[in-house]
């Protein structure tokens, strides 16, 4: 687990406000800090839509996962892992097609 920086309560947010408010807590973190979510359910659609938005640029990782509560902790990769990680999905990752 990384440092968290905060912690949110999302069940305290307008639910039009949540996904905004957590994107501009994650694109304010420097490499290597987190951000804690707490929620009422299990935020799959936030999940998309962050791997969506930044891939491979964030690590997921469940603290608590329901019944009724969960817990959730986004952490910003350093920039270094970021690179290395498109690279791995590149199809030039193995030097076949680069040419």
């Not at 905004?20 to 839509?49: E, K, M, S, T």
């Not at 962050?50 to 491979?56: E, I, K, S, T, W």
């Not at 350093?78 to 990680?85: F, G, P, Y």
Request: aromatic letters at 6%; hydrophobic letters at 40%.
């Amino acid at each position: 687990m990384s440092n968290a920086v905060s912690v949110i309560d999302v069940r305290t947010i307008a639910p039009f406000e949540r996904h905004a408010r957590i994107f501009g807590q994650l694109d304010a973190l420097a490499a290597g800090q987190a951000l804690q979510i707490v929620n009422d359910h299990d935020p799959v659609p936030l999940h998309r839509q962050l791997d969506a938005r930044a891939p491979g640029q964030f690590q997921w990782t469940y603290l608590q996962a329901g019944p009724d509560l969960w817990q959730i902790e986004i952490a910003k990769k350093a920039a270094q892992t970021q690179a290395a990680a498109g690279a791995e999905d590149s199809c030039c990752s193995g030097g076949a097609c680069c040419g």
